[in-house]
């Protein structure tokens, strides 16, 4: 069985790079929140809780879904925070 990634790593060089200060950004465990988590998990997909375990969400959401893949990712990027 292949290891999974840990992004806590990542996630905090990305912070620091950043300059997020403590009060506005703070990293959790996966199970500090897991009431929240697999309500969501309920909400949008067909997994529940064991969708806690799972690495890739995005084939088991309910209902319709999409993707777009623009050539230039930066050129999209404004329209789509503007319309979210």
């Not at 905090?12 to 929240?36: H, P």
Request: glycine share 4%.
């Amino acid at each position: 069985m292949a290891k999974r990634k840990d992004f806590r790593l990542d996630i905090e060089q990305a912070v620091n790079r950043l300059n997020i200060s403590v009060e506005d950004f703070k990293a959790f465990g996966i199970y500090e929140c897991e009431d929240i988590l697999i309500n969501i998990l309920n909400k949008f997909t067909v997994l529940g809780k064991q969708g806690i375990y799972e690495k890739w969400l995005w084939n088991s959401f309910k209902g319709e879904c999409f993707s777009i893949h623009p050539e230039y990712v930066p050129k999209i990027l404004r329209e789509l925070i503007l319309i979210a």
